[in-house]
């Protein structure tokens, strides 16, 4: 799809992108100190709470990284990369492949399970196509990026031997970790990792279920949500259609585009309720009457 070429401000970052930036960076620090540290159990748990409170919403960090790098420093661009692959084992390059060149093109089917996104949501077919995609969602960017990049070197629309290369490291490290810490490994690294895989798709069911993604339709291709705490916690990520049509621009700038073009969108994928996986129960519960 076709995109505005919004402008970044002048200087290394925007302010707004300044948050974001120190936690990306201390991300990965706080996710594997439990590998440096030993805890107890009750200095786990709350460790947990602290990590999810912190880190929790990484991925999207990363994802408006990816559309919208956080600083004009090339260099610094991949350090903020490498922090968030590593806090949730997406890394920029499974999310520019799949999704930003995959997603926002209308092409993403191979990068996750098949899926007629008009049907109506049911907590059915939303835990069946999550974890139907996570296999897609993690092999096929590599699968992809060894065949564009190690036996092509395609360098268009992303160095694709680089995308094969930053896969692979992150592969790396978690074996090693394996065969470190084997328990912790496989008890706390994988499953976090696999919750934000799962997660990630379940916001993806979110924003289009009950919509036509071929693009027939602009305003009717993704749904919206309205609800403050959502998109104050996610960089207004809820403003998806604005997001669709204008992918380069700034977080910041997403409620404003959405207002100039909400009077055009369905008022069937304009919604008011939290996408937070934390409020699965709330959904299950609007779906039961109808009314998601």
Known sequence: ?????????????????VSSIIRALIAPILFLLPFARDFT??????????????????????????HHPFTTAPAFNLLLDMCLGVATGMTASNWRIQHVYGHHFGADERFRAPVDMRRPYTPRAAFSFCL?????TFFAPIREAFEKGVR???????????????????ILLIAALLV?????????????????????????????????ES?????????NTSHRWFNFLTGNFGYHTAHHLH?????????????????????????NFSWSFLHLPHHFYLARLGRM
């Open 1 to 17: 799809m076709n995109s505005v070429d919004f402008d970044r401000l002048p200087g290394f970052c925007r302010r707004e992108d």
């Open 41 to 66: 159990n009750t200095e786990f748990y709350l460790y947990v709470i602290v990590l999810i409170a912190l880190i929790g919403r990484a991925n999207y960090l990363m994802h408006w990284h990816v």
């Open 132 to 136: 139907r995609s996570l296999w897609p």
């Open 152 to 170: 092509r070197n395609e360098k268009s629309p992303v160095n694709y031997r680089w995308a094969f290369v930053e896969q692979c490291l992150l």
């Open 180 to 212: 470190w810490r084997p328990w912790l490994a496989i008890f706390y690294l994988l499953p976090w990792y696999v919750s934000v895989f799962f997660i990630s798709r379940y916001v993806d069911y979110l924003n289009h279920y009950g919509c036509d």
């Open 215 to 223: 693009g027939a339709n602009l305003p009717a291709l993704a749904n």
């Open 247 to 271: 992918p380069r621009a700034h977080w910041t700038q997403l409620p404003e585009l959405h207002r100039e073009i909400s009077k055009d969108i369905p008022q069937a994928h304009l919604k």
